[in-house]
C-alpha cells in the first residue's frame, strides 16, 4: 500500500497586536477607525466580515513571524533539527530581493539549536502572492511521495504581512501572521490525494512592484479573478478526483457532498463565503436540489439578457446575494466552512498565511466542537493573484481532534491588545511612535528583528 502523507501538526503565530475596525459586542458603535475613514462599521463587520486586523510590532518582520511559528512546531513536537529534511517559506513580502526568509530562519533557528545544527536541512522561498503555500506543500508532498523522506520530516511555513496604502479601500481588509505545518509520513492530522487541481493565467490584479512596501489593487476586478481561477481549480481536481475513483458521485448527488470541511483562501471572509456559494452554484445546476432554490429565487440572471455588463454585475450580486441567504446554502457553509474564518475575522488577510491559517482554526473548532471526522475527506482552495488557483483534498485521519485540540489558536486571538489609531499609523508608515517609544508591545518569549544596517545586514535574536 502507498505510504500516506500529509500535515502532522500546524503552530499558527499571531502578532499580539490588533485593529478593531468594528465591534463584535456593539456592531453599530463607530470605533476610531470607522470614525477616521467616515465609514459605517457594519460595512467592515457584515460586508466584508473583518472586526480586527492583526498589526505587526516595530521589531516584526516576515522573517520573524515566520520563525516564531516554526519554533513553537519544533519544540511541542520535540523534534531533532538533524530529522528536519527541509523548511521552505511562502511569502510575498520577503525582507531581500536575493536572500530568502528560509536563510534568516536558519539563522535563528540556530541560535536556539546550535551553529551548524541545520546544515543538512534545505529551504527555499516560494512566492506567487497567497498561492505559494500550495506550491511550497505540493513540492514536500511529492518529495516524500517519491520516496526521499526516509522518516524525516518537513516544515512548510508560510509568512505575510498584508498592506495597503493608507485611506484605501484595501486598507481594511489588511492582517499579518504565520503558519507552520510539519510535513510527515502516516502525519497524525490529514493525509493528502494525489491529486491536485490547477488554474493559471497572467493577470493585473493585485501586484506590489519593488519600489513599493503597499500592494497595487484592482479590487473588484481582483475578486472575479479568484471565482474565476478557483471554479477552473476545482473543476481540474474534479476531472482527476473522478479518473482516479476518490469519488464518484451517484444520482442527484454533487461531487461537493462528498467533501466535508473546507478552507480557503481568506483576503476577508465574505470573499471565502461568496467563493464557495460559487461553487456550489457551479456543482448543484442540474440537480433536483437546485429546481428547489431556483423555485425560491428564480433563475440565474443570464449575462446576454442585459444591454450593459454593468446591469448583469449587479444582478449576478444580488442573486449571490439570495443563494447565500437561503437555507440550503446556510447548512452547508455552517457546517463545512464557517468555523474556520473566525481567524480572518479576528486577524484580517495574512496572504500567503491565509488559508492554512483558517484550516488550523477550523481544525481546532471542529475538534473542540467534538465533531466526529475520522476518515472524511476535506478540501483546501487557494488563490494567488496574478493570477493561479489550486486545489487539494486530504482525508482527516484517527485521532486527528486529539492533535488539533492542542493548537492553541483560539488562546492566542485573545492574548492580543488594541492599537490606537495613531499607533496603527506610525508602525503602518514605519515613523515615530507616540512618546518615542520603541515598540508597542513588550517582545514575550520570541524572536525578534534588532535592526537592519545600511548594507542590508538584518540581526535577529530571541528574547526570554
Ligand atoms: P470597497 O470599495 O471598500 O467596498 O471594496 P464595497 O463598497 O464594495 O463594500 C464591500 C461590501 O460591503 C459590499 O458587499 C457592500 O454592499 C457591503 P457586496 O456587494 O460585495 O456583497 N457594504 C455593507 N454591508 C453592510 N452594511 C454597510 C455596508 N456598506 C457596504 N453599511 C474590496 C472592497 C474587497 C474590493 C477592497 O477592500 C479591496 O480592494 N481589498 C483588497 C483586494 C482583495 O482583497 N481582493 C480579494 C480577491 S484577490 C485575493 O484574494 C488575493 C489577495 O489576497 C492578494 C494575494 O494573492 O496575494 C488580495
Not at 511562502?90 to 534568516?104: I, L, M, R
Not at 490547477?198 to 481582483?222: C, I, N, Q
Not at 457532498?257 to 445546476?285: C, T
Not at 514605519?430 to 515598540?439: I, M, N, V, W, Y
Request: glycine content about 8%; charged content about 25%.
Amino acid at each position: 500500500m502507498k505510504t500516506l502523507v500529509g500535515i502532522d501538526d500546524i503552530a499558527v503565530y499571531v502578532p499580539r497586536l490588533y485593529l478593531e475596525l468594528a465591534s463584535e459586542e456593539h456592531p453599530e458603535k463607530p470605533t476610531e477607525f470607522s470614525r477616521a475613514r467616515e465609514s459605517d462599521p457594519a460595512k467592515y463587520l457584515h460586508g466584508i466580515g473583518i472586526a480586527k486586523m492583526s498589526i505587526p510590532d516595530t521589531y516584526q518582520d516576515s522573517s520573524v513571524l515566520a520563525t516564531n511559528a516554526i519554533f513553537e512546531l519544533i519544540e511541542r513536537n520535540n523534534l531533532s533539527p538533524a530529522n528536519i529534511a527541509r523548511i521552505d517559506i511562502a511569502t510575498e513580502t520577503g525582507v531581500d530581493e536575493s536572500k530568502p526568509v528560509a536563510a534568516y530562519v536558519h539563522g535563528m533557528l540556530e541560535q536556539k539549536y546550535g551553529k551548524g545544527a541545520f546544515k543538512k536541512t534545505s529551504g527555499v522561498e516560494y512566492k506567487f502572492a497567497c498561492v505559494s503555500t500550495a506550491d511550497a506543500l505540493e513540492s514536500s508532498l511529492d518529495w516524500a511521495w517519491a520516496g526521499r523522506a526516509n522518516g524525516r520530516s518537513s516544515i512548510v511555513c508560510s509568512t505575510d504581512i498584508a498592506k495597503y496604502p493608507l485611506n484605501t479601500p484595501g486598507e481594511s481588509t489588511q492582517g499579518a501572521g504565520a503558519v507552520a505545518l510539519l510535513v510527515r509520513e502516516e502525519p497524525r492530522l490529514l493525509s493528502f490525494d494525489n491529486v491536485i487541481g490547477t488554474y493559471m493565467e497572467d493577470e493585473d490584479d493585485f501586484w506590489r512592484p519593488l519600489f513599493s512596501t503597499t500592494a497595487v489593487v484592482h479590487g473588484k476586478h481582483s475578486e472575479k479573478c479568484y471565482l474565476k481561477a478557483m471554479e477552473g481549480a476545482v473543476d481540474h481536481w474534479a476531472e482527476q478526483a473522478e479518473a482516479a475513483k476518490l469519488i464518484k458521485a451517484g444520482p442527484g448527488e454533487s461531487l461537493v457532498d462528498h467533501v466535508g470541511p473546507m478552507s480557503f483562501h481568506v483576503p476577508y471572509p465574505k470573499m471565502a463565503e461568496k467563493g464557495f456559494a460559487y461553487l456550489l452554484r457551479h456543482f448543484w445546476r442540474g440537480l433536483p436540489r437546485w429546481t428547489e432554490v431556483t423555485r425560491k429565487i428564480g433563475d440565474e440572471p443570464k449575462a446576454l439578457s442585459f444591454k450593459k455588463r454593468e446591469e448583469f454585475e449587479k444582478a449576478e450580486s444580488e442573486y449571490m446575494r439570495h443563494f447565500m441567504e437561503t437555507p440550503q446554502f446556510q447548512k452547508e457553509y455552517l457546517d463545512k466552512v464557517a468555523d474556520g474564518l473566525i481567524h480572518a475575522r479576528e486577524s484580517g488577510n495574512s496572504y500567503s498565511a491565509s488559508e492554512k491559517s483558517c484550516l488550523s482554526m477550523l481544525l481546532e473548532t471542529k475538534a473542540r466542537k467534538g465533531v466526529d471526522l475520522a476518515g472524511r475527506r476535506g478540501g483546501s482552495g487557494n488563490y494567488g493573484s496574478g493570477s493561479k488557483a489550486k486545489v487539494s483534498s486530504w482525508v482527516f485521519q484517527e485521532g486527528w481532534n486529539e492533535v488539533a485540540k492542542k493548537f492553541g489558536h483560539s488562546e492566542k486571538l485573545q492574548h492580543r491588545r488594541p492599537v490606537s489609531l495613531i499607533e496603527y499609523e506610525a508602525l503602518h508608515e514605519a515613523g515615530p511612535l507616540p512618546d518615542g517609544r520603541k515598540f508597542v508591545a513588550e517582545p514575550e518569549n520570541e524572536f525578534v528583528l534588532i535592526d537592519v544596517t545600511p548594507q542590508g545586514y538584518r540581526h535577529y535574536k530571541f528574547t526570554d
